[in-house]
């Protein structure tokens, strides 16, 4: 379950990511954007971890 959990939490990051992002381009708020644009590539990361940790779940249940 620990890879659904990293899956979760790294769609929450994307998601607050593009919040960010997208309030920065709207203020001009350069750093604001890169906070985003941060948040959006951690969030990717820990989904891709996720999904690995799934893997090899699936693989020790064999």
Known sequence: MSGLSDKLKGTVNKV???TK???GNATDDMRLQAEGKLDK???EAQQEFGEFKERL???DNK
């Open 57 to 59: 779940d699936r693989k």
């Open 16 to 18: 607050k990511g593009e």
């Open 41 to 43: 590539v951690k969030g």
């Open 21 to 23: 992002d997208q309030i």
